[in-house]
């Protein structure tokens, strides 16, 4: 049972538009949520997180919206530039289990 | 560069060999975490150390896993008889734990296990 689905495999923006990456989840127990951009041979890099007890948090290009009724978070990346191409995965932290639970990832490209 | 670093980055062996992995975590981070990815997958959670003790255990770590982290410093993840199936990329994160709550995992650049 894939308790976090990111459903789109694949995702292609235009330079200087906006990316929109999203993520469902079905555990109403996570109260973190993080996500992490890869890029191949390396491992994943901490982008960015939010507690269950908000809606929104801004870092710099990036934002992360979640919707705690709907089960719902999206990563949204302002203007998107070609550096940023890689593989996002939404991960979820539930503290009484320790351990974060994955997505499957969306590959961004982003074209010049 | 004081990241989680993990040895060797590639281990290619045969099939019944076993293998052992390091990870030496960020400094000042008491939580050790491992975890496989296979390929189109994301990470998957495989055991969790607070300082020295093993607190967690997937139900993925068969009985020819064990990890251990003897002095709450480095940890390796050995796997016993290797098989097929074990061939993925093994994933070490550390983080900030305790008092200090929703602390974000940093992981290191992985060891690439592939059985022949």
């Known amino acids: 049972d894939q308790q976090v689905k990111q459903n789109s495999p694949s995702l292609s923006v235009q330079e200087g538009r906006i990316s929109i990456l999203n993520c469902d989840y079905t555990?109403?127990?996570?109260?973190?949520f993080l996500w992490y951009k890869k890029y191949p041979a390396e491992g994943p890099t901490f982008l960015i997180s939010i507690s269950s007890i908000k809606d929104k948090n801004e870092d710099g290009r990036f934002t992360v919206f979640l919707n705690k009724s709907a089960k719902h978070l999206s990563l949204h990346i302002v203007p998107s530039q070609p550096g940023d191409s890689a593989v996002y995965f939404c991960a979820a932290f539930n503290n009484a289990g320790n351990m974060l639970t994955f997505g499957g990832g969306t590959r961004l490209m982003v074209k010049p | 560069d004081t990241g989680v670093s993990q040895n060797p980055r590639h281990k290619i062996t045969k099939r019944g060999q076993n293998v052992t992995f390091r990870c030496d975590p960020i400094s000042e981070h008491n939580r050790l975490y491992w975890y496989r990815q296979t390929l189109g997958q994301g990470p998957e959670f495989l055991t969790y150390f607070q300082n020295e003790a093993q607190l967690e255990k997937s139900r993925l770590l068969s009985d020819r896993f064990s990890a251990e982290r003897p002095k709450g410093s480095f940890s390796t993840l050995e796997i016993q008889r290797t098989e097929q199936g074990d061939s993925a990329m093994y994933l070490c994160?550390?983080?900030?734990?305790?008092?200090?709550?929703?602390?974000?995992?940093?992981f290191g650049d992985g060891t690439r296990l592939s059985i022949l």
């Open positions: 994160a550390s983080s900030l734990g305790g008092s200090v709550n929703n602390q974000p995992q940093h």
């Open positions: 555990n109403s127990m996570f109260d973190y």
